[in-house]
């Protein structure tokens, strides 16, 4: 006689609760494991704008400055509208077909370029036709050695890149909308942007967002924007107004007089994935000088409202380099007053630090 052996396996019902609490703890799971990659992420772009602020401070002492905010030839500093003159884009869009041909002087660079042998990137640096403007050396390429093509403005930087936005430009995809120094140039973007003061830095031409130009007032001119009732004006060259960096800026650590540790020097910058309105449309690109590598602290950090505000992919802030060299988690919904007193060098107005 056969005796068999019934083996007892799951039954349909048991099957199913395993698969629920299987989902269950997934679920449970999958949030903490997504917060844990953010505060690497978030840690790791700590970490660039830390390595941004020691290059500056090397810059510094190599040069008894910081660098310029963004480099423009004063003799072409001539256009102006109604509030006075302004650095042009086109300072750096110009394309020359060959070299020597930039007869005007044009430059148009930005403060990230200049850093760049104190980042370990001198090789790079040293690919820099500095005779031609930016849109020129990313046309006309510089052979290598080993026989390599180098573009230098369209050269991809991580240490310019926010790990919780993106690993590259993304000029094909998201950021498609993005103005460029040329339409042709694909890569080279930057996540961050040094701080201009907390005044109205960039002339906006709400027809055309390529014309957006930097003010770069000459002294009567600001004196005519000074409100006589408030006697202020609302541009960022204004004494209470003023930042690090500006058009053929040279800002010393001694003319930072309202403390190093409460001065802004980088932060994350908005970069939006609109089109319209002109106002929503960013620039991209770190060895342009501009609204690509510059920014306010007039509005508060992630409104959306503007181009020129700080702004970044984590949750409830924006990271923020100081002048001393410092990095700070400063939250989006903090005080209009601390903000605009944290961008300005030499306002006289004590800052009250949020914890």
């Known amino acids: 006689m056969v005796i ?66 963004q480099i423009n030839n004063l003799a072409t500093i001539s256009s102006s509208d109604s509030i006075g003159r302004y650095a042009s884009p086109v300072e750096a869009t110009t394309i ?134 408030t006697n202020l004006s609302p541009y960022t060259q204004y004494n209470q107004n003023i930042g690090m960096f500006g058009v053929n800026s040279s800002t010393r650590t001694s003319d930072v007089t309202d403390g190093t540790s409460n001065v802004i020097m980088i932060s994350e910058r908005r970069l939006s994935t609109q089109l319209a309105p002109v106002q929503q449309q960013s620039y991209d690109g770190w060895a342009w000088g501009g609204p690509s590598t510059l920014f306010s602290c007039r509005i508060a950090p992630h409104t959306g409202l503007w181009y020129d505000e700080a702004d970044s992919s984590h949750d409830q802030i924006v990271q923020c380099c100081f002048a001393d060299g410092s990095v700070r988690q400063i939250s989006v919904n903090i005080d209009l007053r601390t903000w605009i007193n944290m961008g300005n060098m030499a306002q006289g107005s004590p800052v009250n630090m949020p914890n």
């Open 4 to 69: 068999r052996l019934r083996r007892r396996g799951f039954t349909l019902i048991e099957l199913l609760v395993v698969i629920a609490i299987i989902a269950m703890l997934i679920a449970l799971l999958l949030p903490a494991v997504q917060r844990a990659r953010e505060s690497a992420r978030r840690s790791e772009c700590q970490n660039k704008l830390k390595q941004m602020g020691l290059a500056l401070h090397n810059y510094h002492d190599t040069h008894r400055s910081f660098p310029p905010g």
């Open 96 to 229: 020359y077909t060959a070299r020597g041909q930039n007869t005007l002087g044009y430059h148009g660079t930005s403060w990230m370029l200049h850093i760049l042998p104190m980042l370990d990137q001198g090789p790079l640096y040293n690919f820099w036709t500095f005779s031609d403007n930016v849109a020129t050396n990313g046309t006309i390429p510089i052979q290598t050695a080993d026989f390599n093509l180098i573009y230098p403005p369209t050269t991809e930087l991580a240490a310019f890149y926010c790990p919780s936005r993106r690993a590259k430009m993304e000029a094909g995809g998201r950021y498609s909308s993005t103005v460029r120094v040329n339409t042709a140039f694909t890569t080279g973007g930057n996540d961050y942007a040094a701080c201009s003061g907390s005044g109205i830095t960039f002339h906006d031409n709400a027809s055309n967002s390529a014309d957006r130009q930097t003010y770069c007032l000459l002294p009567t001119q600001l004196l005519a924007t000074v409100n006589p009732t």
